[in-house]
């Protein structure tokens, strides 16, 4: 739904940040934002997943390292990818990419990406684990 709501205004046009920009006296709409760190989020428990049911990989410090620079891996990805296209564009670039001024915008874009993926694992991890359990598909 995010993805779908940005593409339809374009990031940087949806109404409702629009007035929480205005409201809140932001420069920026900040809805990619949202997207980003739902790019990090989304992804997180099922990259977890895969790796848990694929691998030798058990719950700890390295499954969480690793779905991390996963999900990453995909935000730079995206982001070379968006960098590509501008320049393919070229002088509609800076609409395209919506960085609304923002020289940081790639860098910040990706620290959400990374941001919303170690949100997923702690706020998620433990159930994901229950789950697992539950349904006898792996020994946690």
Not at 12 to 25: N, Q
Not at 82 to 105: H, K, M, Y
Request: glycine share 10%; hydrophobic share 50%.
């Amino acid at each position: 739904m995010v993805l779908l709501v940005g593409a339809h205004y374009t990031y940087a046009e949806v109404p409702l940040f629009d007035w929480v920009r205005d409201t809140f006296g932001f420069e920026r709409n900040h809805y990619d934002r949202v997207g980003h760190l739902a790019q990090g989020f989304v992804p997180a428990i099922a990259i977890r997943e895969l790796l848990l049911r694929t691998s030798p990989l058990r719950p700890g410090r390295w499954l969480f390292s690793i779905v991390l620079f996963c999900a990453l891996g995909i935000s730079a990805t995206y982001e070379l990818i968006e960098w590509l296209a501008a320049i393919l564009v070229g002088q509609g670039a800076e609409a395209f990419l919506g960085t609304q001024g923002d020289p940081w915008d790639t860098q910040t874009d990706m620290a959400l990406a990374g941001l919303g993926a170690i949100l997923a694992q702690m706020v998620l991890g433990r159930t994901h684990e229950t789950q697992l359990r539950k349904e006898d598909q792996i020994v946690i």
